[in-house]
């Protein structure tokens, strides 16, 4: 037994060699790559200032925060304010429609690219293909103000979708933003308009790199297009699709709100209010700054947990995780 210790005890001298090397190659690639380091310290910079910095005012969200008396001063309330939106008359509320919101992103904003993806990646026609990928890129880069405004002009009573509702359903509306039941079907599938040729970008760079010998066995092997998706292209992109769907259920309990609240009205809150606009609303213009920063609290926490449980479920049934 002495023996078997004595082997597994680190040697103190045995270290100081190796942390010498370690320091020489540190030194090393920094005169190497000195100008790479540089560009990077704006970007950490910043991650500092604005992401790590703000983080210890989550205190505000245990204490009844006053601004007058700051941080030290206000009172300590534990866990009051958690509690106060647990028993809340909105919390099933906000947590139904987030979760119902991002769960249609999910089903089908998040499919939509990949959907595009394997279809572009089968397209011959230089040009075209050119074509389809510019007018579907195009809606990414216009201000979120503007596609709101878009959506309102469309949604109002003489509007196209307006229309299009009327006519399929053979009932007349006036302005659809002000009916609950159509909230969750505009938000999603203008989201995918906005974002579907954009989003699509990755699984296309993940195509360009599939090994085009396994397309031509396929070929030889009489095997169609459709097949070959299934068969060799989606298998090959699997990896970054299970990456990103982590990040999407990472992400279950969050939604913009600065679409939301472009989009949304009191008429409409049955269906539209998530956590995100109940803090926006309870922080800013109620000023309960420690409530709200309770309830973003306890959203970032759980999705926080979702990330973790979704990376240790990939990683034991796909073999590709986060870490």
């Not at 989003?199 to 396929?218: F, G, H, K, Q, R």
């Not at 992109?237 to 990472?250: D, E, S």
């Amino acid at each position: 037994m002495e023996i078997v210790r004595k082997s597994r005890q680190i040697d103190p001298a045995a270290e100081v060699p190796k942390l010498k090397n370690t320091r020489k190659t540190i030194k090393k690639d920094l005169k190497k790559n000195w100008f790479v380091y540089l560009l990077a310290i704006p970007v950490v910079a910043w991650f500092l200032v604005f992401c790590y910095g703000p983080m210890w005012g989550v205190l505000i969200a245990f204490k009844d925060y006053k601004p007058l008396l700051g941080f030290a001063e206000s009172d300590w309330v534990g866990f009051k304010h958690f509690i106060d939106f647990f028993q809340g008359p909105y919390f099933w509320r906000v947590i139904k429609n987030t979760l119902l919101l991002n769960v249609w992103g999910i089903v089908f904003g998040f499919t939509a690219p990949i959907i595009l993806a394997l279809l572009l990646n089968e397209i011959r026609d230089g040009k075209f293909k050119k074509s389809v990928q510019t007018i579907t890129y195009m809606p990414h880069f216009i201000s979120l103000v503007v596609v709101c405004g878009i959506i309102h002009i469309f949604t109002a009573d003489e509007g196209v979708v307006t229309q299009v509702a009327e006519w399929v359903t053979g009932k007349d509306y006036t302005s659809l933003l002000g009916y609950s039941s159509f909230f969750r079907p505009i938000y999603t599938f203008s989201g995918i308009w906005q974002n579907i040729g954009w989003d699509s970008i990755i699984y296309l760079a993940a195509m360009s790199s599939i090994d085009p010998a396994l397309y031509e066995a396929a070929e030889m092997d009489g095997i169609g297009r459709i097949k070959k998706m299934w068969y060799i292209t989606l298998p090959q992109i699997t990896p970054i699709i299970v990456i990103l769907f982590i990040f999407a259920i990472g992400g279950l309990m969050a939604s913009g709100y600065e679409k939301i609240i472009l989009l949304y009205n009191p008429l409409t809150y049955d269906t539209a209010d998530v956590i995100a606009s109940y803090v926006y609303r309870r922080g800013l213009r109620e000023a309960s700054l420690s409530f709200s920063t309770a309830v973003g609290l306890f959203s970032a926490v759980i999705n926080f947990a979702l990330l973790w449980a979704t990376n240790r479920i990939a990683r034991r049934t796909s073999e590709v995780s986060l870490w």
